[in-house]
């Protein structure tokens, strides 16, 4: 008999960060596979459920990070939740991130906001295996320094490869360049614009002006990845809540390969 896609399983908090008031990161257990940018449905009885990006991936421990915001009923009960305290996971859904479309190339991943957590997983595996790239590029975008998620990441991958971390608007703060990722683009150093890869994770608009950006520098459509935000409900393209067109998201995304999805319209 197959396994019920829809069953939901119990996960314990192992650990909770606390980036700023709005944004924690649960580290939750959990036993299997899963490739970043997929997403999990996170789940409390009697309140309801919330897709949730993987932020992190630690196979040996066995636990997934889950960076959630609170932005209603469900993400507000979960941060009432402590230590060792349960609530339910299911999946994980969608097509992921794969580290081997982008070894041996010259990586530039742009992410604002929140969408740096579906490539944070991305980002530490090749912070850890630099010698599989022949560049790497980090062009990371937050509202303002108070929002900035994963900063002790950010000061380790500052020491190891090239970073840009910007700011809409530092408060005067100049430890923190200004401006949005997408003026930092045409700064790139590259040295092949037709055979680097590019992944690109934020708000629509975000996106939308870093892959112009990055094809009027010289990438190629087909070299550029990226990830639709969108609310996914069953998962497995049942009911319909994600489609675009006749893509379900959940399925054959939250990650697509631009090449293949700029013809979407929402």
Same mark, same amino acid.
């Given at each position: ?50 897709? @949730?990006? #993987? ?20 993400? !507000? ?8 305290? #349960? ?13 081997? =479309? ?16 579906? #490539? ?66 045409? !700064? ?55 489609? @675009?067109? =006749?893509?379900?998201?959940? @399925? ?15």
């Amino acid at each position: 008999m197959a396994d019920n896609q829809y069953l939901p399983f119990k996960s314990q908090i192992k650990d909770i960060v606390r980036h700023n008031d709005l944004e924690f990161t649960f580290k939750m257990s959990f036993k299997g596979k899963v490739l970043p940018g997929q997403f999990f449905e996170v789940s409390i009885p009697q309140v309801g459920e919330a897709p @949730i990006s #993987v932020s992190g991936i630690d196979e040996k421990a066995e636990t997934v990070d889950l960076t959630i915001r609170r932005v209603g009923k469900v993400t !507000a009960e979960l941060f009432q939740h402590k230590n060792n305290d #349960v609530f339910f996971l299911r999946g994980p859904y969608g097509n992921g991130f794969k580290v081997d =479309d982008y070894k041996n190339s010259e990586l530039v991943i742009i992410a604002g906001g929140t969408g740096v957590s579906p #490539v944070r997983s991305v980002i530490e595996y090749f912070s850890q295996n630099l010698q599989e790239l022949k560049s790497f590029t980090l062009i990371a975008g937050f509202k303002s320094p108070k929002d900035i998620l994963f900063r002790a990441d950010f000061e380790r991958w500052q020491k190891n490869f090239n970073v840009t971390l910007t700011t809409d608007n530092n408060g005067g703060d100049t430890q923190y360049k200004q401006g949005l990722v997408t003026e930092y683009i045409p !700064a790139l150093q590259v040295k092949d614009s037709k055979t680097a890869k590019a992944i690109t994770v934020g708000p629509p608009a975000m996106m939308r002006f870093s892959i112009e950006a990055l094809l009027k520098y010289g990438f190629v459509e087909q070299n550029i990845w990226l990830s639709h935000e969108r609310r996914m409900c069953c998962g497995i393209g049942k009911c319909g809540h994600c489609r @675009i067109n =006749d893509v379900y998201v959940c @399925i054959d995304g939250p990650v697509f390969n631009y090449a293949q999805t700029k013809h979407l319209t929402d």
